[in-house]
């Protein structure tokens, strides 16, 4: 199984290095998430989001505008 993957993240295209194979390590590690946060992004992307992404839909504001409001830019 491969131990890391460069991606880059689907909301802000960012490069960022995904540790599937070490999930403690990797760069998502510690970002918890609301099981309606989690919904959001599984529905919204295919694929993993970078940290900033994430801690920026921690947001209450920032997740409420993407969620309600999709096309309004960020």
Wanted: overall charge positive; aromatic content about 10%.
């Amino acid at each position: 199984m491969c131990k890391q993957e460069e991606k880059y993240c689907p909301r802000c295209q960012a490069a960022f290095e995904c540790k599937v194979g070490d999930i403690a390590r990797c760069q998502c590690a510690g970002v918890s998430m609301t099981v309606e946060e989690k919904q959001f992004i599984a529905e919204r992307w295919t694929d993993c989001l970078c940290r900033k992404c994430l801690l920026e839909l921690k947001q209450p504001e920032v997740f409420f505008k993407e969620k309600y409001f999709p096309h309004a830019g960020r």
